[in-house]
Structures are given as C-alpha cells and as structure tokens.
C-alpha cells in the first residue's frame, strides 16, 4: 500500500477554491490528518533512526558548571547530492538545549550554529545512522573562556571592563556578554550601543593600566543593548576568521565599552580566588585591576574550521530584500570545502511558513554564472510563525570533499526555491488568504555597519547584482581528506591487538593471554599458541587436535570506556589453511552489549572469513556503535567434519578497535612545533655510562619516587613538576601516559582537562598542538610529552613507574624505551593497561614498601610513624607532594637545582 502524504490537509483545497467555506468545515481535515500524523509519529518507525540530546557549554570559570545552549539550530544532512537537511532549533523552555531529529539510515554529517548567537559554529562528521536506533548525544561546545554567572553583579557603574582569557584557538570568531544594567535606564525601554574589542596582553602584564593594551581587528558594536530589571537578555558580536588573529596559549583579553563615552554599564561578575587574574575595571574615578570575572563568552573556531563569511553584527531580522526564486552570494574561500550555511530569509504571508519550505543550495566558480563546484543540496527552512507570517533560516551542512574549495578563489553560493504550485498552492493563512502559489523567498540584507566587501548579493535567474550582501554565516573546512569517510583515531583500544606476545606469565607463575579470554566448546580439540613466522611475525592460532572430530573456539576480548556518542570501526587479519565453507570457517564477531560470557548470544553480530585460504586477507568492519560504553570483541574458529588427511588451522593477526574521527580534516601539525615527540635525542656513550652508573646506584639503596613530581611547587606531571622531584632529593618519578589522536604520547592523568588546565573536555580526544595550547594551574605551564619526561629523566639518571592510563599504548612506548635504552630506569609498571611491559623479560621491577607517611593526624606522631615505616618489606618509598622529609630520614642531600634546557620543552615554531 502506498499513501501519499500532502505538506497541508486536503480539505483546504476546498477553502483555496471557495474562500467562502466555513473554517469549521475544514476543520475535520485538519483534525483527521493532525490524528494520522500523531498515530504515525506515535508508532515506532523502524526504517528511520532518531536522534535526540543536549548541546552544552563548559562554563570555564567553574568546571562542574555546564550551561544547556538554546536557539541553536541542530543540522542532520545526510551524504551525498540532493540530500535533504533535517533541522530542529534547541529548545529555550526545560529542557534548555534539547533537540531531537528523525531520518533514514545513512551517513550524516551534523551541524551547531546560530550566527546571531555567541556560540562558534559546531560540525560533527561521520555520523552513521541505522534504522530504528534511537540514539541520545550529549554535544559540548566549547570555549576560549566563559563565565555564565549571573546571580551578582558590579554595583557601581563602570566605564567598561577588560576580561582576560587564554587563546584556545587562532582566530577568535565570537563574544556573547550579558548585563546587570546597560546604564541608561534600569527596566525602562532606552537602549544604547556597546562596543567589543579584542586586545592582547603584554608580557609581561603591565599592572598599572590596561588602556595601553594593543588591539587585534576591528571594533564590533552591539546594537540596542537594553538591560536590567527582569531583561536579562544576553547580547553578542562576530568576527570573519583571521580579522581577530591570537595564538594558542597567549594572553588577552576583551573590552567592553558603550559607545557614548558619556555612559556606563554594569556587568553580572564572579568573584575569583586572589591568585586567579581578574578584571581591569575603569570608571569615573579610578582604573584598576578586580579580582572578578564578568559574564562572558569567547569563541574560535572550532579544530579544523575556519569562517569567511560570519554574522558580525549580531541583530537578526533587520530588512528585507526582495522575493524571487533565486539569490546568491559571492565570497572568497579560506578553507578546502565547505561545512555549512545558514541564510537569513522570510517568506510571504500567503505561503506555507518557512518549515514547509526548501531551496537547492549550490556552489559556482567566480560568481553566479560560473560553473557548479562539488554537489548540490537541499535546506530546510527553520523559523517562526505567526500564522500570517515567517521568518528564519534557510540551513545546510555538507560532509568534507561534497564541495571542495581552493583558498583565495572567489565564489559564489546560490540559493533557489524548489516549490512549486504542487507543494504551495493549497495553502491558506489564518487570515483565510489563499496562496498566489507562486513561489520564492526573502533574504535579509547584512545589518549596518557589517559589510563585506569581498563579495556581493545577486538576484533572480539573471543575477542582477545588488548593492548589498547577503545575511549569512558560511562555515568551512579548512583542510582535505579524500578518505575522511573512513577517518579512524590511531589509538588501537584493544589490549594486545597486535598479537605479539600471547604467552604472559602472572606473580603466581600462571599463563595468560594479555587482554584476551579464551572460550572453548569442543575441549580437548584445539590448542592456543603463537606462531612465530621466518619474518618473526606472530599471531594467535586454533589448531585442531587430531583425532578429534571438531572445533569451535576462540578468544573474546571486552573493550571499555567507549562512548555511544561515537563509532568506531574493528580492522585486523585473518587466514585459515581452507577456504569458506559451512563445515570450515573463521568467525569474527561484534557485540554491541559488552559480555563476553554466552558466544552464542544473539547479540553478536557474525562475519565469516575468510573467502580465501592461505594467506592473510586484511579485514575492516562497517561502522560499529556500542549499546552504551562497552564492545566486546569475538575471534572464533568452527570445524564441523574433519578430512584428517587435511588438519584444519585458524590464524588472527594484527586486530584493532579504532574511534572514527568525527571532527573537521585538518592540516598535519606534528611538525608545527619543537621538543621531544616520539623520540628523545641521542647521546654519546661517555654521557650512556655515567648515567647507568648513576641509575644502578640508585636501585641499590632504598629509592624516593615522588608521585606525579613535586606538586608542592609545580602542577602535577609537569617538567617543572618532575625536575623539582629529583632537585628535592628523590630518585625517581611516577608518570601518567595517554596518546594524542595524532599520535604523540604525552603525560596527564586525568580523562579529561576539567581540573588541570583552563579547558574542558575529554584529554585522549585532542592532537597535541591542542593540548599544548593548554594553560596547567595558573602560570602558563604545558603538558609534556612522554619523550620529554624520558628526556628528562635520561638526563638526570631517575628512575621511572609508568602508569599507563589507556589501553593499546603499550608498542609505541616500549618502542620509545627501547630506542632510548631505558630499561635500567624503569622499576614499577601499572598492571592494568601494561601487562606486557610489566612482564617484559628486561624490565627489573622494585617492590615499593608502600605510601611514606606525610599527613599529619590527630594523635599520631609522624616520625616515629615514618620510622616505623622503613621496616616495611619492599625497597621503595612513594611519596605525594614532596620528598624532603624522606630525603632528610634517610640521611640524604637535596641535589643541585636542575635548569631544565630550552630544548626539552614542546614551543610553536
């Protein structure tokens, strides 16, 4: 059966052909299909997925603080020409910043914008929908700075207010503000402009004034600024990328001002700790720093995107073009392709509201008479109305490489209705107005003062040039990638992917296999064992034990900490000595629950490998996403009759669960700055034996290792952190490791960067540029490398304990150990993530005598509880803080104060 679903109710046909009929009549139409609609809608619709979630922000001045962003469009646009976006506007009621959005399977790029809001543009890639999943996401948009405290505020009126901030990105795109009062009236209906620079901070800091702090770009102005009282609105400006240019980890800070230098504001602050930089305020009488922050959010782009063509005066809805079918626009691409695009327009009260409505959106070359770049689109209006009138937005998203662009060209984005008399003719208005059934829209002109003046407004299927631009946002890619469909995250989430070290002896002299656990239905059938090839590759086999009749058995790994938010995708390898067949095959299954008890479960979902027998053929799953944090992963070999002249083997090399990356292409930036990376410098022999003599001293007499360095001085893992350790005293360091996404292992605890540094987010979801951008505590501290803390502790003879806080990093740092010959400094090795470098043949573990007393309780007499202490059994003492008080029982000297070399540290080139 086929229905045939109409945009309006049939019985309006009527109405348009007879204005005269009752509104009653057609009441029943509407009534029935408002009643069909809510049966379908109501009813689970197993061929599409739906999508629903949060879009929050960190609020930086206090990371337990996230605030729900609403009035964001939320964008769903699925892969490939003529596509059709799916749209949905966060909501303002509770709950604040909750969307939700419904299609068919595909793959799905997903946009976050509102160029009238302070918010930057948000683009999630390779999103991979199947049909019936009900998915829910909790998105974070993230800042340079923000403060969304509003429950105190400056009691006297101010002149204006510099805030300082950390540099996050290169380019800031966007400042939000709100105010307790805009200085003219209280709750009454004045209003007043207000301006917003951006200007950097000498180093270092000038503390008599920050009025003689250099600007970067232009001054933006908000216009009708009208608070106090119960108005509390929020208010924000914007900036083109590059016309505001900051570097990552610098210091500045945004002025707030009215434009009549005559008037004064009053902003809703925060009072900070008296160590945290605050406010430069000035008013009437006096200029001088505040320990507070104000209500304030600042924005760059987001990695890997870049904005030609943004909102800078951020006043929606100012005036109005003219309506005709097609409009374009031209401007000059910065990035590789195109993202997204947000059009401000209205539509004519006669025609169905701006949700009913659709244009094609296409790229040309030069202007609107060049030739169609990359493929075309459809947005979907998302707006208001009143029932006699809409407005709002037109609004698409493009995956990378639809729409490939070329840096410095000019270009021209086109916009052209595709209704006709069939999906518009039929409408009426509340006001009983029948539709002319002509259709077109209304694009809003650009609010003055913003202009751009590398472009221009076209009009009509002529492309009549206009002497204004068009109000829009335009979002790019900055980089390209011709396989970004298949983009994975290099870090391998399974322990003991590559197979190469299958036997592992525990304490108690016990085999196991690293990460693995083996199943077996037939016992006594087969047998597990490395084979080791001429080339000295290894990998796991199932063997049939002759003459038993039959095997199934195999391994299954569980792999935690993983997201639903997220999809990853299971690569590896795989042979066997015959082909495909019902009797004899190799399995490998996925199981999105996470158990790993019942291998006939059916929940795992099974692949048969592979179609060809004797030699490894590489296999690559599709899009994989887990029920809620867990995977488990199923290697499983089947043998039901048994030709005994023909012994059946099973082989699995080289198995990887990888994220797939859902962020922007971007530019390799390894090579953009200096230091240790994934190796540490070479050194000349005389200075190898001196620092072995030094190491093996240290192990023959009861070592001091400092957890995470010298936190009494430095933040934790730091270098400074590290040096301070050793400088105090102490032997050795314990170090926490995680790898970037482009590889870099580096050294921080925590998941994410909520305590340690001036961001948020998830640590182990950042390049290492990104993470270098990160201020550590409240000087500019970095987070290291692990090269450079190898560097660090070659150097000075310490001796190391790793703690390895993500699986799947364990090749890649016993590679770095090796190349650097640093088996004699490491003596503890975290057995969660590390088992096979804890089980190394060349690792000589110590035995610590556990924690070294350094709390003072009450009643408890510390030295004699440190003394007490040394008799424990073990060889090593772990300390917190600092070591000084172990370093000074056992009878030991602080060392030389180390001046840790320019060259250890990671600096943008």
């Known amino acids: 059966m086929t229905v045939n679903l109409r945009p309006f109710n049939l019985s309006l046909i009527a109405s348009a052909n007879n204005p005269s009929t009752s509104y009653a009549s057609s009441a029943f139409g509407e009534i029935g299909i408002a009643f069909l609609l809510t049966l379908l809608l109501s009813t689970p619709l197993l061929s599409q997925f739906r999508l629903d979630g949060h879009l929050k922000a960190k609020d930086t001045s206090n990371s337990f603080i996230e605030v729900p962003l609403s009035t964001i469009i939320a964008i769903a646009h699925q892969k490939g020409e003529e596509a059709e976006a799916l749209s949905f506007r966060t909501f303002e009621m509770h709950p604040a910043g909750w969307f939700r959005l419904s299609g068919v399977e595909g793959d799905y790029t997903l946009a976050f914008t509102n160029p009238a809001h302070y918010t930057p543009p948000k683009i999630v890639t390779n999103q991979f929908f199947k049909k019936g999943e009900k998915l829910h996401y909790h998105l974070k948009s993230s800042f340079d700075f923000a403060n969304f405290y509003d429950k105190e505020w400056d009691s006297k009126p101010a002149k204006s207010y510099y805030q300082p901030f950390f540099a996050k990105g290169t380019s800031i795109t966007s400042v939000g503000f709100k105010l307790a009062t805009d200085g003219v009236d209280g709750s009454g209906p004045k209003s007043q402009e207000i301006l917003v620079s951006i200007h950097e901070i000498p180093q270092p800091v000038d503390s008599e004034s920050a009025l003689n702090w250099p600007q970067i770009g232009p001054t933006m102005p908000a216009l009708n600024v009208d608070c106090g009282g119960p108005k509390n609105y929020w208010y924000s400006v914007g900036w083109n990328s590059g016309e505001v240019p900051v570097k990552p980890g610098r210091r500045y800070a945004v002025q707030i001002r009215p434009k009549d230098p005559t008037s004064t504001i009053q902003a809703f602050w925060k009072h900070t700790p008296s160590k945290t930089p605050g406010i430069f305020r000035t008013d009437e009488t006096d200029n001088k720093f505040e320990p507070f922050n104000i209500w304030l959010a600042v924005g760059s782009t987001d990695k890997g995107l870049t904005l030609p063509y943004n909102k800078r005066v951020h006043h929606k809805f100012s005036e109005l073009s003219n309506i005709d079918q097609r ?410 490791i995680r790898r970037s996404t482009d590889g870099i292992l580096y050294v921080f605890h925590d998941r994410t960067l909520d305590r340690m540094t001036d961001q948020t987010g998830n640590s182990f979801d950042k390049t290492y540029p990104e993470l270098l951008s990160c201020r550590v505590g409240l000087k500019n501290y970095k987070i290291p490398t692990l090269a450079s803390v190898f560097t660090l502790a070659r150097d000075r003879g310490a001796l190391i304990h790793l703690d390895v806080k993500e699986p799947g990093l364990e090749a890649a740092i016993l590679q770095l150990i090796q190349g650097s010959d640093l088996w004699n400094h490491i003596v503890e090795v975290n057995a969660g993530n590390a088992s096979t470098i804890r089980h190394h043949p060349k690792i000589k573990r110590l035995q610590y005598k556990g924690w070294f007393p350094q709390d003072h309780q009450k009643g408890v007499n510390l030295k004699n509880a440190q003394r007490k202490f040394l008799k424990n059994p073990g060889t090593m003492i772990f300390t917190k803080w600092d070591p000084i008080e172990a370093v000074k029982l056992l009878g030991r000297r602080e060392s030389e104060v180390f001046v840790i070399p320019l060259g250890y540290w990671q600096q943008w080139e």
Not at 516 to 527: A, L
Not at 573 to 581: D, E, F, G
Not at 640 to 649: A, E, M, S, T, V
């Open 327 to 736: 409009w374009s626009q031209t401007w000059v691409a910065q990035g590789k392709g195109l993202a997204s695009v947000v059009l401000y327009a209205a539509v004519s009260g006669k025609q169905p509201p701006l949700n009913r409505q659709r244009v094609r959106v296409r790229v040309r070359e030069d202007g609107p008479q060049g030739k169609v770049v990359g493929i075309e689109k459809i947005a979907v209006g998302n707006g208001n109305y009143t029932g006699d009138a809409s407005w709002g937005h037109f609004v698409a998203a493009f995956s990378p490489n639809e729409v490939p662009l070329v840096p410095g060209e000019k270009y021209a984005i086109e916009f052209e209705t595709i209704e006709t008399f069939h999906t518009i003719g039929d409408f009426v208005n509340i006001k009983k107005q029948v539709s002319s059934g002509i259709p077109g829209f209304n694009p809003y002109k650009k609010c003055a003062p913003d202009k751009y003046p590398a472009g221009t407004a076209y009009r009509g299927k002529g492309a009549r040039k206009c002497d204004f631009d068009l109000d829009m946002q335009i979002v790019e890619y900055v980089s390209e990638n011709k396989n970004w469909s298949t983009q994975v995250q290099k870090n391998n989430l399974i322990l003991q992917g590559e197979m190469n070290s299958f036997h592992i002896s525990n304490e108690a002299g016990e085999e196991y296999q690293a990460g693995w656990k083996t199943f077996n239905h037939t016992p006594d059938s087969v047998f597990f064992s490395v084979e080791k090839s001429k080339d000295g590759n290894s990998y796991f086999q199932l063997a049939m034990k002759s003459p038993q009749k039959s095997i199934d058995a195999g391994w299954v790994q569980r792999v935690s900490n993983l997201s639903n938010d997220n999809t990853y995708k299971l690569t590896g390898k795989v042979r066997s000595t015959w082909p495909l067949s019902l009797e004899q095959r190799c399995e490998i299954g996925i199981d999105p629950t996470g158990q790993v008890k019942n291998s006939n479960a059916s929940s795992i979902h099974w692949k048969a490998f592979p179609p060809r027998h004797g030699e490894f053929l590489n296999y690559t799953s599709a899009p994989i996403r887990p029920d809620e944090s867990t995977l488990s992963i199923w290697l499983r070999a089947r043998v039901g009759k048994i030709d005994h002249r023909f012994p059946f083997l099973g082989d699995f090399d080289a198995f990887a669960l990888r994220k797939m990356d859902s962020g922007s292409p971007q530019q390799d930036q390894r090579q953009s700055f200096r230091g240790p990376t994934n190796s540490i410098p070479p050194e000349s022999e005389g200075q190898k034996l001196k620092r072995l003599e030094l190491v093996q001293k240290r192990r023959s007499y009861i070592p001091i290792l400092v957890h995470r360095g010298a936190t009494r001085f430095h933040p934790e893992n730091t270098l400074e952190a590290f040096s301070a350790a050793i400088d105090r005293g102490a032997d050795g360091i314990e170090v926490d």
